[in-house]
């Protein structure tokens, strides 16, 4: 017996592009060129208690206080709201974390004498659940978005953010991330929900038990369309190749547009900025910028 026709309002849910592909193709839109781009997922890894948070909230600051500068010192600078979205975007950013109440993150803003220039365009909100939990646990393992997740998606769209930062990545995600599949079905959603919104998905990853830049199946890698990375790394501070030293590097391992960006080596407390290496590994030894009680990486970079 032939299977029943495909119905046509299934085939109208299909993205259609036309036949036509000769017309000159429209600029890649960034939120910070070569690292982050607009309205797409990525995701920001790294070992535990190097101040992940504290740099996703930079960024969320400067896009609220529609700042160029994220980064001081020379870092990858954002890309300013586009002229056409003037009148529907206000730089807006949405920090969901499950981990830090409202006061702390205030504190921190405080310390980086953000709190008057983000105003009310920086959101927080403490989600209660997963935004992705499973479908239906009679009907098999597949997963779906949470009656939670549409409540974000929902704000995120009403306040027109350009950035969403989803903090933890563990507790937004309710299924087995070692599943490749459900993995995949997950960012492609969120992905696609990114594009059409218009907002940028930042996942904050904490670290694995066992060795790697991140926990779970390597399609959390390959699904993103960038991937960053703040970790401590070795570096010859200049002393005639005679003095290494750790210092914190903040790197872009992967993204889909484009060649990799430079890396940076970062310091500073309460508030992440560019320094050479022996800066940054005299910042690194006085314990500014993050708890050493991380996990080292020994690798050297100069």
């Known amino acids: 017996?032939?299977?029943?026709?495909?119905?046509?309002?299934?085939?109208?849910?299909?993205?259609?592009?036309?036949?036509?592909?000769?017309?000159?193709?429209?600029?890649?839109?960034?939120?910070?060129?070569?690292?982050?781009?607009?309205?797409?997922?990525?995701?920001?890894?790294?070992p535990g208690k190097v101040g992940k948070s504290r740099l996703a909230l930079q960024l969320a600051a400067a896009i609220a206080a529609g700042r160029k500068e994220w980064l001081p010192g020379g870092g990858p600078e954002l890309e300013p709201v586009p002229k056409t979205d003037k009148d529907k975007i206000k730089d807006v950013a949405v920090l969901a974390t499950w981990e830090d109440e409202r006061e702390e993150v205030k504190r921190r803003l405080h310390a980086m004498k953000m709190q008057k220039a983000v105003g009310h365009r920086l959101r927080y909100v403490a989600p209660r659940q997963a935004l992705w939990i499973h479908r239906d646990p009679w009907l098999g393992t597949g997963g779906d978005i949470s009656p939670e997740g549409k409540k974000l998606r929902r704000y995120c769209k009403e306040k027109h953010a350009r950035l969403l930062i989803v903090d933890p990545r563990a507790a937004a995600y309710g299924l087995n991330e070692n599943d490749r599949a459900l993995v995949r079905a997950f960012v492609s959603d969120w992905d696609r929900w990114a594009q059409e919104s218009g907002c940028a998905v930042l996942l904050l990853v904490h670290p694995p038990k066992s060795e790697g830049a991140y926990s779970g199946t390597t399609d959390w890698h390959a699904a993103v369309r960038a991937v960053w990375e703040l970790t401590i790394r070795t570096v010859d501070t200049g002393d005639n190749n005679k003095n290494r030293a750790k210092a914190y590097r903040l790197a872009c391992l992967d993204t889909n547009y484009g060649p990799l960006p430079p890396p940076y080596w970062v310091g500073g407390y309460p508030k992440w900025k560019v320094?050479?290496?022996?800066?940054?590994?005299?910042?690194?030894?006085?314990?500014?910028?993050?708890?050493?009680?991380?996990?080292?990486?020994?690798?050297?970079?100069?």
Request: no cysteine; hydrophobic share 35%.
């Open 1 to 46: 017996m032939s299977p029943p026709d495909t119905p046509e309002e299934t085939i109208d849910d299909l993205i259609e592009a036309g036949d036509d592909w000769t017309g000159k193709p429209p600029p890649r839109d960034w939120l910070i060129p070569g690292w982050l781009p607009a309205g797409r997922v990525a995701m920001l890894t790294g």
């Open 275 to 302: 320094a050479d290496p022996a800066e940054a590994a005299a910042q690194f030894a006085k314990g500014r910028g993050g708890d050493h009680t991380a996990e080292s990486q020994e690798s050297v970079d100069v």
